[in-house]
């Protein structure tokens, strides 16, 4: 219960407690109070009550459960748990006086074990611990990693984006150590969870269908996690149900995965472009990959200029994937990089080798790497996080109040008059 999923506090109920009798009960109100949680958040009904409400209800971020009318304690904090979504700080609460039990409950995920009856000051002092963990090193960490959006986006099909995507997103997730989402939104055959070896789950899909159903809870129970630090959310639709949507479902995804995530990379097929052109507006980074072929030479020209009318604000990076070595080139990357009238970022080289051995595996191309091709999956990161801070920084310049900079000028002014008068 108390292992992150690094969701973002803001999306669900800051407390709630369980209590079984009514002096437990006018303990806790004042202190809820006190920390700014509504009193009405402490219920009546102990540890089954919880589980049942819990069942139909999104978890808060410190809940308080009195286990004194339960005959079983730590099966019953298990029950719990079923229900509780990752990340929530338990607090329990009971008459039996037992080290085996505290230790058995701690490590079955409880933050702290209150031996009945306990004292106010006792109550405050394990709330403010609970808050502390809260609000300490993941606080920090998300004011530390302002949120990316990386968009990856293939000139053609079968040049390699998909791949790219989830390598990319797991450099971010694994090296860059940052909570990372890949939304893959090629609803019907969208590669995103097969290259990790993961059941897509049918997340996607409700989401286009349903998007009044897109909030932080859903994406929690959406999302299918790859690792600690990598979640996806994809889809393999029946190839017999177009999906009917006006991309609001997208768009809500997007703003709820900027609020639970510090990274997400979108896995975007070129036709959404032209269906749903918002989905690029608020990307960072558009990692635009293409192959040394005529035909993907003139669509790359064609997505640059789509690109720079739609999305000015977005920084684009060119990769050519899948370079044979020998130089056997359809076309040269110099005539590439002329047609396009910009240089190429990042070329990497073709290696059917670490390609079959990654599909085997099931573990993006970026883990199994060596080489030659190691180099441009680093740089490739490296790249879109730079480009994203550097966006951030003139964000932050371009929304600097017209008073602070009035400030700083008149701050100028005044230093610079003692010196005139000097030279005079």
Request: proline share 5%; with cysteine.
């Amino acid at each position: 219960m108390n292992a992150p999923f690094q969701a973002r506090a803001g999306l669900r109920d800051p407390f709630t407690a369980f209590v079984c009798d009514d002096a437990t009960a006018d303990m806790l109100r004042p202190v809820a109070v006190e920390h700014g949680w509504s009193p009405e958040k402490v219920n009546k009904g102990g540890l089954r009550n919880a589980v049942q409400s819990l069942s139909v209800s999104a978890s808060p971020n410190i809940l308080f459960v009195d286990l004194s009318e339960s005959a079983d304690p730590l099966n019953d904090i298990n029950a719990l748990a079923e229900v509780c979504e990752p990340g929530t700080i338990v607090i329990a609460a009971g008459t039996v006086n037992d080290v085996r039990l505290y230790r058995d409950l701690v490590a079955s995920g409880i933050h702290d074990y209150l031996l009945k009856p306990f004292t106010v000051d006792q109550l405050r002092d394990t709330f403010a611990h609970a808050q502390m963990i809260l609000s300490g090193p993941r606080g920090e960490a998300q004011a530390d990693k302002p949120h990316v959006m990386a968009a990856v986006i293939g000139v053609r099909g079968g040049v390699g984006a998909s791949t790219l995507a989830t390598s990319l997103a797991w450099l971010l997730g694994e090296k860059a150590h940052r909570s990372t989402a890949l939304l893959d939104l090629d609803v019907h055959f969208g590669t995103g969870a097969l290259a990790l070896d993961l059941e897509p789950g049918r997340g996607l899909t409700d989401a286009i269908e349903n998007p009044s159903r897109i909030d932080g809870l859903f994406i929690e129970r959406a999302m299918v996690r790859a690792n600690e630090h990598l979640s996806v959310l994809s889809a393999e639709a029946p190839i017999h149900q177009p999906l009917v949507t006006d991309g609001s479902a997208f768009f809500q995804l997007q703003e709820e995965m900027r609020n639970a995530f510090e990274s997400t990379v979108l896995d975007l097929p070129r036709q959404m472009l032209i269906q749903h052109p918002h989905l690029v507006h608020d990307a960072h980074v558009a990692v635009v990959v293409a192959e040394l072929t005529l035909a993907a030479t003139r669509d790359t020209i064609r997505v640059l200029a789509w690109l720079k009318s739609n999305a000015p604000q977005t920084k684009v990076i060119v990769v050519a994937n899948g370079v044979p070595s020998g130089g056997a080139l359809e076309i040269s990357r110099k005539d590439f990089e002329q047609s396009i009238e910009r240089a190429v970022d990042i070329v990497f080289p073709f290696d059917g080798k670490i390609a079959a051995q990654a599909a085997k595996l099931g573990k993006p191309m970026a883990e199994v790497a060596t080489g030659k091709l190691a180099g441009p999956f680093s740089s490739l990161s490296n790249m879109v996080l730079s480009h994203a801070s550097d966006e951030g920084a003139a964000a932050a310049e371009a929304k600097a109040p017209a008073a602070a900079k009035s400030l700083v000028n008149n701050l100028k002014s005044m230093l610079s008059k003692p010196k005139e008068k000097a030279a005079a």
